[in-house]
């Protein structure tokens, strides 16, 4: 490894910096109190309450699983603190009351919440810790009927939406992780798309853990109503902390008749030194639920977290309905991810596609961990899967876990799977073409994760090829 | 414990009342205790999660009776029964019990050695206790602790350096009538040194009407030396009542070759183990299956090639057919370890649904851990190709030739991989015949 390359590699990670506001934090544990406790200081229904209730009792019940290719130290659950939120922020405030310090550090990632500078067109939910700062774009976005605000928020102004989609595509009884979020999540987006509405703007959710020892577990639910569409982007950083911190995320995405559900992801939570020291510990159940002709399609780019557990999937309920997952995931030094999905063909013709691109450096570990399952009357129902692993050094590992499972014969499934390793001779000839080391693993990088990035929108597309660039560096010399 | 286990504990303590001490009972009894602590798996084990074994753990196998009365079965008999020329160094079992008169192969050149499990513990029992239970040591595995325990006979092989075997090897294990409610724990073990061939084809098949199922549980345990090669064929065509598991444990040394082909088309649950450590540089493996499965039949393969050492190469191609409302299953694991650098692994499997109720599960796994190496899979489900389907047609053949001819020839993709002449043409007449209802000319 040359040295030029090798200072590259203790490049500070950009976003590790924390933010110094004055936080409601509770005490650590996790009891029935704490349930009602944030949902007391959620000022939440009844019926919420109950439902985290019947969540945690469920979770209690229930074991970590541990049939993922994850090492880790055992998580004490009753170690971490569950709620914690700026003081600064009331409930339900409006942008021009948010602490100048909270903007500051939005600013800082990158992500202006002052209204007047959003030209591209993306509508932001900027949720710090437990709380939702808040959201940008809402006037403009009601002229449509599109609701789009933070998940408290709608929890006062939406019940009847929240009560009927909540849980819909992830009950809480779904896996451990799901039932420990039903219990103690705190904040997250919540999106409504009324029939017929294309929505015309980008929704995204900035997600910044700032406390420490903390969890993040939020919750987002996004309904595409019969015709419509919308496409949502979620980004997330936390800063640099020598312990582990929990985020267990729950994401539920319907997709009524003809509708159209885009969600993508660029994740890069601090991800822990080079000796593993830190880092966060990301278990994730995103699903979605597709109903006649409807297409949901999945896009992460995951680059961040010391462990990264996550399977986006797609319920293929309706006739003629499409699922997509595209992802790119990249570990380096320590780090690992077991990452996937599972695409369940119900409905008849329904179509899936899954192209997954895994990148392994350093002593990362990587596993695809997918699932295909076609039912006994998914008649003429299609998938391709494509799963390819690029090794970088030789202390990495890249596995793939596939499941195919097929119940008719009307339906056709193909698997490719690949391993591959970034070469001296490729990089050589970049070199001797004009490019430095670092552009030569950039772009065979990039060309790698092409058909991934192709499906991201362009902003978004931009900064993750950046983001992969500044994660390996330094991997090959 | 569960009934049956209890049941098998008593049973062990009567067949191996008079064991003694020494190795071997010591083996056995490591095993028994294996066996009882594993218990069968259930599907909640990952390497049976799509094959439940609940009908063979709810029965308690007998053992094998021996035989009493005059031979059943004339050597004709026994040909008509397998694939695979007369001529051939032949051992039958039936019912697991040797059958000297039914067993020709005393032509082997005369360093080869090629005996019965029993005469070979009398002979040579220092050569079987160094390799026995060495390589199949039943850890985690239930049905190789269970058939350590409990096995009978089965054969020996030891191919001295150097020695080629011409004709191949024919093991032939036949089930017959009184194999009803039987426990069968077929053993072999081949030891062939470096530069040494042989080729061995083990056959399963059944004799005669069946008055209920019975149990084939067979472990095969292959030392393969430096540059040597070992083809290895199996032909399961148990009756579609009984229950066949089956375990091939593999280790290779440098330069050397393992062929491996699997067939089945027989049993209600079938279970085929292929395990290969590729232990020296630049060895080479190569996994070939075939499964035709009609019914309620259950046929599951699993195959796993470790890659421990540089420069291995490691080929595999599965295929099956799936009629009726059977199920399928297939697991096949590639490892690369750290230092197998140059590892070149490929790995198909293709299955092909004849009928809706049909089902098939398939899990291609790949572990790498070394960062120059080369290795794909690929799986594929479906149909017949409405395009060939349409291009025959258009050729002027009829619907349904046009789908016996495409699914004879996605058969017989993998029945080319066949190195032995009597052995591919046979069961390519075989698979002719099940899809065309004529005759291969």
Known sequence: MSSSIESLVNKEYQYGFVTDVESDTIAPGLTEDTVRLISSKKDEPEWLLEWRLKAFRRWQAMTEPHWSNLKYEPIDYQAQRYYSAPKSITPLQSLDQVDPELLRAYDKLGISLSEQKHLAGVAVDAIFDSVSVGTTMKAELSKYGVVFCSFTEAVHNHPELIKKYLGSVVPYSDNFFAALNSAVFSDGSFCYVPKGVRCPIELSTYFRINAANTGQFERTLIVADEGAYVSYLEGCTAPKRDTHQLHAAVVELVALDNATVKYSTVQNWYAGDKDGVGGIYNFVTKRGKAHTNSKISWTQVETGSAITWKYPSVILQGDNSTGEFYSVAVVNNMQQADTGTKMIHIGKNTKSTIISKGISAGKGQNSYRGRVKMLPKASGSRNYTQCDSMLIGNQCGAHTFPYIEVANNSSTTEHEASTSKIGEDQIFYCKQRGLSAEHAISLIVSGFCREVFKELPMEFALEAQQLLGITLEGSVG | ?441
């Open chain 2, 1 to 441: 414990m569960s009934s049956s286990t209890e049941a098998y504990e008593q049973a062990f303590g009567a067949l191996r009342a008079s064991g003694g001490t020494g190795w071997l009972p010591a083996l056995r009894r490591e095993a028994m205790d294996r066996f009882s602590a594993l218990g069968f798996p259930t599907t909640r084990n990952e390497d049976w999660h799509f094959t439940s074994v609940t009908p063979i753990a709810e029965k308690v196998f007998k053992i094998a009776p021996t035989r009493t009365g005059p031979a059943t079965l004339s050597p004709a008999d026994i040909t008509a029964l397998v694939i695979g020329d007369p001529d051939w160094h032949r051992l039958v079992f039936v019912n697991g019990r040797f059958e000297a008169s039914l067993s020709a192969f005393a032509g082997l050149p005369a360093e080869v050695r090629v005996t019965t499990l029993a005469e070979a513990l009398k002979e040579s029992p220092e050569f079987v206790a160094e390799h026995l239970g060495k390589l199949a040591s039943g850890e985690g595995q239930t049905f190789t602790a269970f058939n350590t325990a409990f096995a009978q006979d089965g054969v020996v092989i030891h191919v001295p350096g150097g020695e080629v075997v011409e004709a191949p090897v024919h093991i032939v294990h036949i089930a017959d009538s009184h194999a009803a409610g039987v426990g069968i724990h077929p053993r072999l073990l081949v030891v062939v040194e470096p530069l040494a061939q042989i080729t061995i084809v083990e056959s399963y098949a059944c004799a005669g009407p069946m008055s209920g199922g019975y149990l084939t549980n067979a472990v095969a345990e292959i030392e393969i030396g430096n540059g040597a090669r070992v083809d290895h064929y199996k032909i399961q065509r148990e009756s579609t009542d009984a229950f066949h598991v089956g375990t091939t444990q593999v280790r290779q040394g440098r330069d050397s070759m393992y062929h491996s082909f699997s067939y089945a088309a027989g049993a209600a649950i079938s279970r085929t183990n292929v395990y290969t450590q590729l232990a020296g540089e630049n060895a080479e493996a190569r996994l070939n299956g075939l499964y035709l499965i009609d019914g309620a039949q259950h046929a599951d393969h699993q195959t796993f090639v470790e890659h421990l050492a540089p420069a291995c190469a490691s080929r595999e191609l599965y295929k099956g057919i799936l009629d009726g409302g059977s199920h399928g299953v297939f697991n096949g694991k590639v490892y690369v370890d750290p230092i197998a650098q140059k590892t070149d692994g490929k790995q198909t499997n293709h299955a092909l649904l004849l009928s809706d109720h049909a089902r098939i599960d398939t899990k291609p796994q790949l572990e790498i851990f070394a960062d120059d190496v080369k290795c794909t899979h690929g799986a594929t489900v479906g149909r017949l190709d409405e395009g060939a389907l349409f291009y025959m047609k258009s050729r002027g053949l009829g619907a349904e030739n046009a789908r016996a001819l495409l699914t004879y020839a996605f058969a017989a993709e993998v029945l080319e991989t066949i190195e032995v002449d009597a052995l591919r043409e046979g069961l390519e007449a075989l698979a002719f015949a099940r899809f065309t209802q004529s005759e291969l000319r």
